[in-house]
């Protein structure tokens, strides 16, 4: 029986005297680790020997060549570092695999690698997280990234994948957090996804280490100011200056984030234009440059040339025809109309022979898709949507060069340098709490090092607050420059084509909307601007009144009241501006058919006003709604009032939007509200109707459900389901809102949050219900999170950074961190990640039979997720904290979401078509001038 050697990087032995004093034939015979291994009659072995040699022989037989084969396809080394075992390397896993057997290393690379590499390929592509095996063998898979606030390690991909679609944490609130919760009645823990979420602008606080070093100058007593000073007044400070810190470094992060965005965004439109532009010219250099040499394919190829010639000689005589003044000369006249009818007989006489000719040749498959590819193609014609599309690229292109300078500057220069001098500030303040300290303890024996430790403090306040100044130099500049950019656009709506048209009230109306809208976000810019002045002013203070300064007491409590009133204006207008002026920009299926209707035989101007005249109409339109949601929040507020008191507490803050605050978008809100109000008959009997359905006793799904259906049909949304008189029917439609709202994935953080949490208070706790089959819980570890301060050489790390992206900009330097871990190991802990099976859920409220365990258990969570728990009158006076999760997920949620439905078109789709229009008038005036 013949066996093939086979390699193995490990010489191995096997020992056997009987074996190599035998004399008949081998009957096996074989190379392993270079040593040649026969199997003879001649004083046979036990046959169980005899047995294992063969297996073993057959094993490491490369006669198998099908994992060499999966070796190249799925790019992986294989070794075997000894004659019993085999190796497998991939880029998947970070320490090799082992295997005892060959046909074990053969299965697992035919069926659970490539599965293992697709999943893995699959979500990293998704989520934007970094996949590799752990070294923890119960959780062997581990996902990390800039979308983890934390390295997660789960014991499948498939846990991986569920934990982040749908995975949330449960964790527990901190100091003032902790405290808001517990006084509202609220469970100490808060669920977040396992994934970051857009919380909105962070809070930078600054002005604690204002306030500390002003103490110095105070005059009283040194031994009650340093009682104060190490005991209260700069632990809390040190504090306050981290939290600023925290909130700078995040600010930093997401400005470092957007300016690689912008710069990612140049890339791809660059390249999308240079493709759109290059297939075009593509097909015409095909088409020119035909390698078809029959003749027939020619006289086709001179046809079309002398049809293009004819064409450019055509439209040079009709030119200066049509040019021409006639001085009221009735003879000239005469002659300029027989010269065109002469034009146009010659076109009607060239195309009817073009085509006559065209018939005849028969064109090859090849010619003939590039002339349907070249016919097809409409990137050039001004009426088409490719057409705008293209140039709204090219206008896209040039506002993000515009303002990649001033993006730069926010990155590298406010941002970085607002982050560092804070932290300079809090290394200043911990300096001074331990000059302080020592001060206090030991008294004059520690002069000597509490005199470095001052001279530390002001050193570390000194550089922070002088990289404070630049950032806000730079942010004063920046805010100007919005401002000019602002002003600009101001006078595009009032001198645009696009909004002028006679009898046309609606673009009048759209003119004044958008005006006020940008006029009042210019407002609030200068504001912002104004309080980032002030502040630079007051660090500037801080250091003219401080020890490096001229050391004048006045100049530093100015610099003092002018860094916190300054920081307390900016953070308002930001917060603000965030509030009113942050508009989705996610179009609707509707607004992206409405940007891109066309009608050939119109002129662009004529189109895009049109297309402005639509979306007008559709915003009118998406108003109606949000007024009914608010009309819906008041009937639930105010129970016992009658529909004209409903109407009238609901349409209070519309009131003044009629003449007194024209040209406001809430003038929509108003108009709609009107219209509500004219239909007086159905809209008293839809609010007695939502009225009497919030009365009913119960999991209160019937109101929400009518609202959810109503909202709905206002919206014209194609599909709408059916009214259910069942809870359970109601429960799925409003499953079926929030998904087609874009608020589903926030509706079942909701939910999870009140299945896991207890609410109440120490005495008056909800019943703790158990998680049951509805809340999956996945079982990961999670580094735990280290507590994170500055960096004290900060400041050097980000001026270095500064002069290396000026001399040789890259999108990821890689220098020192500008944060410090303490401890730099923090350790691992394992954590759950709670899933709502939804499926199921909605599965069971149809299938389940009543009277068993579990339909109680699903009665009891419905009652637990939409019934109004534990309301009382604190947490009114708190702030409104309603336990039925769709309506707090509409209240938080749902109400942007239809806000945005109403400005978005306006303030978005209408702003792209006036610039569009703007656009092609420019593009045509240069092209006539070069005529």
């Known amino acids: 029986m013949p066996a093939t050697a086979v390699n193995a990087t490990q010489p191995s032995t096997l020992n056997n005297p009987s074996l190599s004093q035998a004399t008949a034939p081998p009957l096996i015979q074989g190379d392993i680790g270079g040593h040649t291994v026969q199997l003879a009659e001649a004083n046979p072995a036990p046959i169980t020997l005899q047995l294992a040699l063969k297996d073993k022989l057959n094993e490491i037989s490369p006669g198998n060549q099908q994992i060499f084969q999966l070796t190249g396809q799925h790019e992986i080394k294989i070794n075997r570092p000894g004659t019993y075992c085999w190796k497998l ?21 035919e069926e659970n690698y490539p599965k293992e590499l697709d999943q893995a390929k699959t979500i990293e592509k ?39 679609e749908q995975g949330y944490l449960r964790r527990t609130a901190k ?45 009283l007593p040194r031994s009650l100011v340093l009682a104060v000073q190490s005991t209260a007044l700069y632990p809390a400070f040190i504090g306050v200056v981290h939290k600023g810190w925290q909130g700078a470094n995040d600010e930093y992060n997401e400005a470092r984030e957007e300016y690689q965005e912008l710069i990612e965004s140049q890339q791809a439109l660059k390249n999308e234009v240079r493709s759109l532009v290059t297939q075009e010219l593509a097909i015409k250099e095909q088409l020119l440059n035909s390698t078809d040499n029959d003749d027939t394919q020619q006289q086709l190829l001179n046809l079309l040339n002398q049809h293009n010639g004819f064409k450019t000689n055509l439209l040079a005589c009709v ?75 090219l206008a896209d292109y040039k506002a993000n060069q515009d303002d990649k300078l001033a993006k730069f500057a926010d990155t590298h220069i406010a941002a970085a340098f607002t982050e560092s001098g804070l932290s300079g500030m809090y290394w200043g303040m911990v300096s001074f709490e331990a000059r302080a300290t020592s001060e206090l303890l030991v008294g004059e024996a520690a002069q000597s090092f509490s005199s470095i430790l001052s001279q530390m403090g002001d050193t570390f306040n000194v550089i922070g607050q002088a990289q404070m100044v630049i950032a806000g130099l730079t942010k004063a500049g920046l805010g100007i420059h919005e401002i000019k950019s602002l002003n600009e656009w101001l006078d595009q709506i009032n001198t645009t084509q696009a909004l002028e048209k006679p009898n046309s009230p609606e673009l ?126 008041t009937i639930i507020n105010n129970p016992k009032a009658d529909a004209f008191e409903i109407l009238a507490k609901a349409g209070k803050p519309y ?73 359970a029917g109601q429960i799925k439609q409003l499953f079926q809102f929030a998904e087609q709202q874009g608020f589903l994935k926030e509706f079942e953080r909701r939910i999870v949050k009140r299945l896991v949490n207890k609410n109440g208070y120490p005495l008056f706790k909800e019943p703790k219900l158990e998680h049951g089959p509805y809340i999956k819980k996945i079982t990961a570890n999670k580094s735990k999170r280290p507590w994170q301060i500055p960096n004290p050489v900060a400041p050097v790390i980000n001026l270095g950074r500064l002069v ?20 730099m190991n923090w350790g691992k802990k394992d954590t759950s990640v709670y899933v709502f099976n939804r499926e199921r859920f909605l599965q069971d409220l149809t299938e389940l039979k009543p009277d068993t365990p579990e339909a109680s258990y699903l009665h009891k969570t419905c009652q637990i997720l939409f019934t109004e728990q534990l309301a009382n009158d604190a947490k009114q006076w708190l702030g409104k904290d309603n336990r039925h999760v769709f309506e707090e997920t509409i209240r938080h949620v749902g109400k942007q979401v239809l806000r945005d439905n109403v400005l978005r078109p306006i303030v978005h789709g209408v702003s792209e078509q006036v610039k569009l229009a703007d656009l092609i008038a420019e593009l045509s005036s240069a092209n006539n001038a070069s005529a």
């Open 508 to 633: 009048t109306k759209v003119k004044a909307m958008i005006d006020q809208f940008y006029r009042h976000q210019r407002n609030v810019t200068v504001a912002e601007t104004l309080g980032n002045s002030v502040l630079t002013l007051g660090q500037l203070g801080m250091i003219l009144g401080g020890p490096f300064g001229v050391g004048v007491s006045s100049v530093l409590y100015a610099g003092v009241g002018a860094t916190i009133g300054g920081v307390a204006m900016s953070q308002a207008a930001a917060q603000y501006s965030n509030k009113i002026f942050n508009v989705s920009e996610k179009k609707s299926a509707a607004e992206e058919a409405i940007s891109q209707q066309t009608d050939p035989d119109a002129k662009p101007l004529d189109i895009i006003q049109q297309r402005i005249q639509d979306l007008y109409q559709f915003s009118q339109e998406q108003a109606t709604p949000k007024v009914w949601l608010n009309i819906y929040q």
């Open 319 to 393: 030119g200066p025809l049509l040019s021409a003044k006639n001085n009221g000369d009735q003879a000239q006249l005469k002659d300029t109309i027989n010269q065109l009818n002469a034009l146009k007989t010659q076109l009607a006489d060239h195309n009817q022979q073009v085509n006559e000719q065209l018939t005849d040749k028969q064109t090859s498959p090849e010619l003939q898709q590039l002339l349907t590819k070249l016919s097809s193609s409409q990137l050039f014609d001004p009426t088409s949507p490719d057409c705008h599309a293209l140039i709204q690229q």
């Open 89 to 109: 390397a991939s880029d998947l896993y970070t320490k090799p695999r082992t295997f005892e057997t060959s046909k074990e290393l053969e299965i697992f690379l």
């Open 804 to 823: 290396k992206q000026l001399i040789k900009p890259i999108a990821h330097p890689k220098l020192l961190s500008n944060t410090l871990s303490i401890p």
């Open 655 to 727: 009131q003044k939007y009629d003449t007194e605050h024209s040209g406001h978008y809430r003038q929509l809100y108003r108009e709609a509200l009107d219209n509500v109000k004219a239909d007086s008959q159905n809209t008293v009997n839809i609010i007695n109707q939502a009225k009497s359905l919030l009365q009913q006793q119960g999991p209160n799904t019937a109101f929400s459900a009518f609202i959810s259906q109503h909202i709905q049909q206002l919206q014209k949304v194609p599909w709408v389901a059916e009214r259910s008189d069942t809870a």
């Open 175 to 219: 100091h003032m957090a902790a405290a808001e919760r517990f006084i509202r009645g609220r469970d100490i823990h808060n669920v977040t996804s396992i994934t970051k979420m857009d919380t909105g602008p962070v809070l930078v606080i600054d002005g604690g280490d204002d306030l500390a070093v002003s103490l110095e100058n105070s005059g």
């Open 126 to 164: 998704q989520w934007g997280v970094e996949i590799s095996r752990s070294a923890n063998t119960k959780y062997p898979w581990k996902a990390t990234g800039d979308k983890l606030e934390q390295t997660f390690r789960f014991k499948s991909l498939d846990d991986m994948t569920q934990a982040l």
